[in-house]
């Protein structure tokens, strides 16, 4: 992504294309501020307008990466050999195995590009051990190389490393910028993006994650409508029960979201029930932490009542698909259940 295509930051992305055009770039720098802002993003432009086959000038921008060709599209993809790229691995941290293979690596001239960009994001998550053995490279990088540090809590950078690198500050992006993001990049409406980014922090990430509805939340409101129909069949108290998965606040498109986040998590619940009254045992439950009242809710629900209330759910999940209205979805999923 080129640095004209990076929403905000316009300062900051300037001064990285100049030092770029001048060719005084600092082989080391720290690229801080808060998460999902654009950090990473503006470290991947400076590795293609390094690399780039025909890179573009303007007033603002002395250099910048065309993002078409050869160069540009293999650095987005991440398999351009020069442009190397560390981040945390399932542990959550980086390995010092990890630095110092591309400690190794950035010893040798670049194989076709220009020059060789290192990125370690998250580098708070780098241990200090780590950390050390990136010293001395920090210090005297080989000279075809430019090593980047991305981190959101830079003071949890050893002081030795923070002395090393130069460090550029990103500010969270406004809400206008954190929408505008949102609807170009991730599909969202207009006035959907515009409530995400109200509460967003200037953060895109952290607006994402609100799109994200709390799992958790969703099984407790799933669980209460199973324990709750299991034992009532008046249509009236059933019809208040639908409110336990539409209720909370949020734009049409979040309600429709969490109905349909809970009704997953309904299906879930189903598909267990079903299996422990076909006397499957706990090693195939979806749900194994609720084994005991799943037992209980199976000596109402018995494998034919729990087969049809799955069905039921499938149909429920359908129609909200087809944009039914989650109201009306809840209601008819409580009196067929
Ligand atoms: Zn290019």
Known sequence: ?????????????????????????????????????????????????????????????PRDACGECASCRRIARGVHPDVILVEPGDSGSIKIEQLRDVIDRAQYRPFEGKRRVVI??????????????????????????????????????????????????????????????????????????????????????????????????????????????????????RIGLARALTEGKGTPAEERNRLAVRLRSLGSLLRDIGVLAGHGGPAMLANADLESRLEKLASSYDAARALHAYTVVDRALVALDRNASPKVVADWLLLEL
């Open 1 to 61: 992504m080129p640095f004209r295509t990076i929403t905000g930051h316009s300062r900051v992305l300037s001064l990285l294309s100049g030092a770029i055009a001048r060719d005084s770039m600092p082989p080391a720098l720290l690229m801080a501020g808060p998460s999902g802002v654009g950090k990473r993003l503006a470290a991947i432009a400076v590795a293609q307008t390094f690399n780039c086959l025909q890179p573009t000038s303007s007033a603002e921008l």
């Open 120 to 237: 370690i994001d998250q580098a708070d998550a780098a241990g200090e051990d780590a950390q050390s053995a990136l010293l001395k490279t920090l210090e005297e990088p080989p000279s075809a190389s430019t090593f980047i540090l991305v981190s959101s809590i830079p003071d949890a950078l050893l002081q030795t490393v923070l002395s090393r690198c130069p460090r550029l500050r990103f500010g969270p992006l406004t809400p206008a910028e954190v929408a505008r993001v949102l609807t170009a990049e991730h599909g969202y409406a207009e006035h959907d993006a515009r409530a995400a980014a109200a509460d967003a922090d200037g953060s895109v990430g952290r607006a994402l994650e609100a799109g994200g509805e709390d799992l958790t939340e969703a099984r407790e409101a799933a669980q209460r409508v199973l324990e709750e129909t299991a034992r009532n069949d008046d249509p009236v108290r």
